[in-house]
Each structure stands twice: as C-alpha cells, then as structure tokens.
C-alpha cells in the first residue's frame, strides 16, 4: 500500500474549511490586484474587463451572502439601518466615482446614475433577505429539533 | 465575564487505560494528531468527541474537561 488510509474527523474538516476560506481571501485578493493591473498598468478598456469584475463581484457578495445565511444570528437591519447602510454606499461610490471621472453628463445616467442608485439597493435588499433568511432557517431547525422531543 | 481556557486530563485518562494515542484514535473515529491536540491543550474537541473520548476512557465528561479557573 502507497498510502495509509486518512480519516477525516472534525478538526481536519475544521482545517479544510479554515484553509477554503483564507484560500477564498487570497484569490479575490489576487483578482482584484490583476483588475487594477489591467485597468490603470495596461491600460485596458474597462469594458474588456466586464467578466473579470462580474466574477470578482459574485465572489465577494456571494461569500458574504452565503456566512449571512448559514450564521442565521447576524442582526437583521431594520428599515432605518437599511435606509443607511445606503445612503452612505451611495454617497461614497458617488464621491469616489466624482473624484475619478468628474460629473457625469445627463445622457449617460444609464452607465452613471442608475448603476450608482441600484447597485448599492441590490446589494443591500439581497443581503437583507439572506440574513433574514438564514434567521429564519435556524430558528426552525431549532423548533423541528425541540418539536421531536430532544 | 469572559470564558476560560478549556483543560482535559485526557493523557491521563488514555495512559490510565494503557492506550496509545493511535489507539484511542481509532476508538473514538479521529486521527492520532487529534488526539494529541487535544491532549496538549492545541484544540477544542466538540461534544460529540468528548463524550466518545469519556466513553473510550471509562471517565466522565467532568473528569476529563473543565474550564481553567472553575475546577
């Protein structure tokens, strides 16, 4: 025999999800460093990149969606808090976004404005639900438990 | 207040019963290098590890683990 047989058990599972998630870290970390490589080094066209930033986005949003859900503790943002978080997205990608390209002209607010305004309520409508989702999620796995009597 | 350091007598316990590290191992369903993690104190088995390891060692949960400061 080559190799001895490998068992895995709870420490060298909780190993392997330890090293996904650091692994996860440093490809978006490395991703994003290949963006800006390309954007401001290369001076590629944005629009050639459009792929690259999609995955980065699902990448990161998704990771944070999925530790959301299945953390099913983290507190659900009311109305108020919601209404914040988006306004300060807002006004910070509009403040970076001014800085870098200036004011936008009027006829461009499809490229401009619209992904400014809707993107940051996206975002927080989809993290919004998963949280209340995975809210949801545990209390019933803890009701179904209780209810079968352990 | 601020929860302790967890410690275990599972040495003990394992050379009490005249069993390796590799052998509580494989009575319990982990490798050796979790035995010896938990042993030294470098990882906090779950529940369901530690009542395999009381099992195996013919102990109880409060003779095997207990929080540093509470004993």
Same mark, same amino acid.
């Given at each position: 025999?080559?190799?001895?047989k ?16 650091? =692994? *996860?870290?440093? $490809? ?11 954007? +401001? ?16 986005? /699902?990448?990161?949003? &998704? ?7 299945? &953390?099913?503790?983290l507190?659900?943002?009311t =109305?108020? &808090? ?6 300060? *997205?807002?006004?910070?990608? $509009? ?7 200036? =004011? ?7 490229? $401009? ?8 309520? /996206? *975002?927080?409508?989809? +993290? @919004? *639900?998963?949280?209340?989702?995975? +809210? =949801?999620? @545990? ?5 179904? /438990?209780?209810?079968? &009597?352990? | ?8 007598? !599972? ?17 319990? %369903? !982990? ?6 993690? !938990?042993?030294? %104190? %470098? ?7 530690c ?18 400061g509470?004993?």
């Amino acid at each position: 025999m080559l190799f001895q047989k490998i068992i895995p058990d709870e420490r060298t599972r909780a190993s392997a999800q330890l090293a996904a998630a650091l =692994w *996860l870290g440093v $490809t978006q970390v490395l991703l994003a460093g290949v963006l800006l490589y390309r954007l +401001y080094v290369l001076g590629q066209p944005d629009e050639q990149l459009r792929d690259f930033q999609a995955v980065l986005a /699902i990448s990161i949003f &998704g990771y944070l969606f999925l530790v959301a859900y299945f &953390g099913g503790v983290l507190p659900v943002p009311t =109305w108020k &808090g919601a209404i914040l978080m988006y306004m300060v *997205l807002v006004s910070l990608i $509009t403040v970076i976004s001014v800085a870098i390209h200036g =004011w936008p002209a009027p006829e461009d607010w499809k490229s $401009t404005w619209l992904p400014g305004l809707a993107g940051p309520a /996206i *975002l927080i409508g989809a +993290y @919004t *639900l998963a949280l209340r989702f995975g +809210y =949801w999620r @545990t209390e019933r796995r803890i009701r179904s /438990i209780t209810d079968r &009597g352990h | 207040m601020p929860l302790g350091q967890t410690a275990n007598r !599972v040495r003990l316990a394992r050379v009490a019963e005249g069993l390796t590290q590799t052998e509580l191992a494989t009575r319990v %369903g !982990v490798t050796r290098q979790t035995i010896g993690l !938990v042993e030294a %104190g %470098g990882y906090n088995p779950t529940l369901s590890l530690c009542l395999r390891i009381a099992k195996a060692t013919g102990k109880t949960l409060d003779e095997l683990f207990w929080v540093e400061g509470e004993e």
